[in-house]
C-alpha cells in the first residue's frame, strides 16, 4: 500500500467536473451519495495532472459530504488511483500470466532500458511513468499496455518505440472521465 | 458450426447501436415478458432452462432468483457483475463492445423477474471507454422507451446505471462488488446474511455475471426448454469461452456446451491449435483459479474418456484429474513455458489482489509468493515443495470469500501434476536459469486415476 502525499499545491474541481461530481449522486437514493466516490475519485485525479494528492482527497471528501478518511481509505484500496505524482503519459504494462507467456516480461524490461526507468519511476522530463499491472481483460491479444482510456495491443517494441515517439510530438488522446 | 444465441449478431456492422440492434430483432424479450408473463413466469423459465451462472461458481441462476428475499415497502437491487478481472478471462469485454444492448435488454427483463426498480452494472473501472460505451447505450433505450417510467404502458418502472470500480480483482466477489458498489473498499463480507436478504445498502439483491443475465433474453425469447436442448445433462446452453495463451488463434467463441476440448484446441473454427508448431505441455480450462491440467488429462479424462467443454466433464476426477469449467478463461501452454514460473506468476496475482482481511489469505499468499520466487530462481529446497502443498492446505477453507481458495488451487494442481519439474528447478538451481524444464524430461504420465 502506498503512502499518502501532500505537495502543498491546492486543488479544486473544475466548475464543469464539479457540476458532473455533484449529478453522480443522483444515480443513487437518497442518502447513498458515496457510491459516486470511486467515479469522482477518477476525476479528480484527471483534474490533478494523474494522481491524487491529499489536497485533491480533501476537496473530494467535501463535495461529497464524507469525512477524509472515507477518502483516504478508499484511495489507498484501488490501484487504479495513483498516490504518488506520475508523468503525463504513465504506460500500465500487464504482467500476468497470459501476458507474461506472450512476451510481456521482455516488453517491459526493453521499455524500461528505453526510458531508463525502473518500473514505478517517472522520467526526469516528466513525459513517462512505467506501471505494471495485474491482468486487464486483453489476454487473448497479448502483450498489452494501458494508457489513459485505450488499450494498446498486440504490443511489439516497434509498436512501442512508435507510441513513445508519439507521445513526445503531443500525438497521444489518453481520454477522459469526464462525459464525452 | 454450433448455434449461437449470444454473438449471433455480433458481426453485424454498428450492432451496437440502438437502431441496428432492434432492426434485428432487440428488446423482443422485453415486450415479451412485460406483456404477456408474470414476473414469477419469466424465473419459471429460467429455471427450465437449466442456466448456471456464467461468473465461474455455475449456480442456477433460476434457483439463485428464487432466494431473492420479498418483504414490502423494501426495494430489490439487480447488481451486473461485469468486474472481470480473473486472468484469462475477456468475454464480458467483448460481450459489451459488440452488443451493449443486449445486455441492456438481459437487465431489464431480469430486473422485472426479480421485482427491481433500480439496477446497476458494475464495470472494473480499467473499462473506461465502456461506462461511456454502455452510458451511450442506455441513453437511447431511455429515448427509445424500454427504460424509465411505466415501459410500454405496462406500469413497470425501471432506471439502469453504470458504476465503475477503480482496479481491485476482488471486487469481482459479490458481496466486496456490493461494498464497493457502497464507495467503500472492496472488502468481501461475512455470509450469511447473504446478499439475497441483506445486498446493497441492506436490500435483498441478485448478483448476475454479464453474460449470465444476456443470456435471459434468449431464454425469455425461445423459452427454457429450448434453451436446455442444447448442452449435455446439466450444462445446458452456451457458453462464451475466452481463448489465449500459445494458441494459433486466441479470441472469444461461444460454443454449443458438450463441444469436445480436443475439437475446441485443435479445429480452425476455435483455437487452431499450438502457435508456431509447437507441442502442447498444460491447459488451465475456466481462468486462473482452477486446476492445470497437464496434456495428458486435457483432452481425455483419468478413465480415458473424451472430455467435453460442459462443468462435469471438465471437473471428472476431482482435484485430482480434473479441473473446473469456471468463467471459461481458457490458457493454454506450449512445451516452452515453465510451470514453476507460471504458478509464481499466479500466486503474485492473489498475493496483491488478496483484501487482507484475513490471515491465512493475506500471508499464505505472501509466503507462497515468496517460496515460488526462490523456486523458480534456483534458490529452493526440496522441502519447499511440500511446504507449498501445506501453505495452500493451510489457506484453502479457512477464509472468508473464495479468493483464498482460489490462490492455493493452482499451487496445489501444479505440484501435484508437475512435481518432477519443480524437483529439477532444486536439483538444477544453474541450468534452471538457463532454460525451461522440456517436454521430452517430463516423467511418464502416471497410470491413470480413478475417479474421485
Ligand atoms: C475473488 C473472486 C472474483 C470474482 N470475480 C468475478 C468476476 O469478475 N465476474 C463475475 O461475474 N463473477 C466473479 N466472481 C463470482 C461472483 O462472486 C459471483 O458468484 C457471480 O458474479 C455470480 O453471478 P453468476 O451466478 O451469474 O455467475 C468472483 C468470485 C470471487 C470469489
Ligand atoms: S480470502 Fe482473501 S480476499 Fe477473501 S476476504 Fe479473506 S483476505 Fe480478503
Ligand atoms: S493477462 Fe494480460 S490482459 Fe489478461
Redesign the interface.
Given at each position: 500500500m502506498q503512502a499518502i502525499t501532500s505537495n502543498g499545491t491546492p486543488f479544486r474541481y473544475s466548475p464543469q467536473a464539479l457540476a458532473e461530481v455533484q449529478s453522480l449522486t443522483k444515480?443513487y437514493?437518497e442518502g447513498?451519495g458515496?457510491?459516486?466516490?470511486?467515479?469522482a475519485?477518477?476525476i479528480a485525479q484527471e483534474e490533478n495532472g494523474g494522481w491524487l494528492s491529499v489536497a485533491a482527497m480533501d476537496h473530494v471528501a467535501e463535495v461529497l459530504g464524507l469525512k477524509p478518511i472515507e477518502v483516504y481509505?478508499?484511495a489507498t484500496?484501488?490501484?487504479?488511483?495513483n498516490l504518488q505524482p506520475v508523468g503525463k503519459y504513465v504506460l500500465e504494462f500487464c504482467?500476468?500470466?497470459?501476458c507474461?507467456?506472450?512476451g510481456a516480461e521482455r516488453l517491459i524490461e526493453y521499455a524500461q532500458c528505453k526510458l531508463g526507468i525502473r518500473t514505478g519511476e517517472t522520467t526526469p522530463d516528466g513525459m513517462f511513468t512505467i506501471k505494471e499491472?495485474?491482468?486487464?481483460?486483453?489476454?487473448?491479444?497479448?502483450p498489452m499496455m494501458?494508457v489513459?482510456?485505450?488499450y494498446h495491443e498486440h504490443l511489439t517494441e516497434e509498436k512501442l518505440d512508435q507510441f513513445i515517439e508519439d507521445c513526445r510530438a503531443g500525438r497521444v488522446n489518453k481520454?477522459t472521465?469526464k462525459?464525452? | 458450426m454450433g448455434r449461437k444465441l449470444l454473438l449471433e449478431h455480433a458481426h453485424i456492422p454498428d450492432i451496437h447501436t440502438y437502431e441496428v440492434y432492434r432492426r434485428h430483432g432487440g428488446y423482443r424479450s422485453v415486450e415479451k415478458a412485460l406483456k404477456t408473463m408474470t414476473p414469477d413466469e419469466v424465473v419459471e423459465e429460467v429455471k427450465k432452462s437449466g442456466l448456471r451462472g456464467r461468473g465461474g461458481a455455475g449456480f442456477p441462476t433460476g434457483m439463485k432468483w428464487s432466494f431473492l428475499a420479498k418483504p414490502e415497502g423494501v426495494p430489490r437491487y439487480l447488481l451486473c457483475n461485469a468486474d472481470e478481472s480473473e486472468p484469462g478471462t475477456f468475454k464480458d469485454r467483448y460481450l459489451m463492445q459488440h452488443l451493449p444492448h443486449l445486455l441492456i435488454e438481459g437487465m431489464i427483463v431480469s430486473s422485472y423477474a426479480l421485482g427491481a426498480n433500480t439496477s446497476y452494472i458494475y464495470i472494473r473501472g480499467e473499462y473506461t471507454w465502456l461506462v461511456f460505451h454502455l452510458e451511450r447505450a442506455i441513453a437511447e433505450a431511455y429515448a427509445a422507451g424500454w427504460l424509465g417510467k411505466n415501459i410500454l404502458g405496462t406500469g413497470y418502472s425501471l432506471d439502469l446505471y453504470v458504476s465503475p470500480g477503480a482496479g481491485a480483482y476482488i471486487c469481482g466477489e459479490e458481496t466486496a462488488l456490493i461494498e464497493s458498489l457502497e464507495g467503500k473498499r472492496g472488502n468481501p463480507r461475512i455470509k450469511p446474511p447473504f446478499p439475497a436478504v441483506k445486498g446493497l445498502w441492506q436490500c435483498p439483491t441478485v448478483v448476475n455475471n454479464v453474460e449470465t443475465i444476456a443470456a435471459v433474453v434468449p431464454i425469455v425469447n425461445d423459452g427454457g426448454e429450448e434453451y436446455a436442448k442444447i448442452g449435455i445433462g446439466r450444462s445446458t446452453g452456451t457458453k462464451l469461452i475466452s481463448a489465449c495463451g500459445n494458441i494459433n488463434k486466441p479470441g472469444v467463441y461461444e460454443i454449443e456446451l458438450g463441444l469436445p476440448v480436443e475439437e475446441f484446441l485443435y479445429s480452425d473454427e476455435w483455437c487452431g491449435g499450438i502457435k508456431r508448431g509447437k507441442r502442447l505441455k498444460a491447459c488451465v480450462p475456466g481462468g486462473s483459479s482452477v486446476p492445470i491440467l497437464p496434456q495428458y488429462l486435457i483432452t481425455k479424462t483419468a478413465n480415458g474418456e473424451q472430455r467435453l467443454m460442459t462443468y462435469e466433464s471438465l471437473a471428472d476426477g476431482g482435484f485430482v484429474s480434473g479441473s473446473m469449467l469456471g468463467s471459461g478463461g481458457f490458457i493454454v501452454y506450449d512445451e516452452d513455458q515453465c510451470i514453476v514460473r507460471n504458478t509464481w506468476n499466479f500466486t503474485r496475482f492473489y498475493r496483491h489482489e488478496s483484501c487482507g482481511q484475513c490471515s491465512p489469505c493475506r500471508e499464505g499468499t505472501g509466503w507462497m509468493e515468496k517460496v515460488l520466487w526462490r523456486l523458480e530462481n534456483g534458490q529452493g529446497k526440496m522441502s519447499d515443495i511440500d511446504l507449498l502443498v501445506d501453505i495452500a492446505k493451510k489457506i484453502e477453507g479457512n477464509t472468508i470469500c473464495p479468493l483464498g481458495d482460489a490462490a492455493a488451487w493452482p499451487v496445489a494442481s501444479a505440484i501435484r501434476h508437475f512435481r518432477d519439474e519443480f524437483e529439477w528447478h532444486v536439483r538444477e538451481p544453474k541450468l534452471c536459469l538457463e532454460r525451461n524444464y522440456g517436454l521430452a524430461e517430463e516423467k511418464t504420465p502416471a497410470a491413470p486415476v480413478q475417479t474421485a
Open positions: 444515480k437514493p447513498c458515496k457510491s459516486a466516490l470511486l467515479r475519485l477518477h481509505e478508499v484500496f484501488y490501484s487504479m488511483y504482467h500476468t500470466g497470459p507474461a507467456i506472450e499491472v495485474e491482468c486487464l481483460g486483453a489476454c487473448g491479444y497479448a494501458q489513459g482510456e485505450f481520454g472521465w462525459m464525452h | -
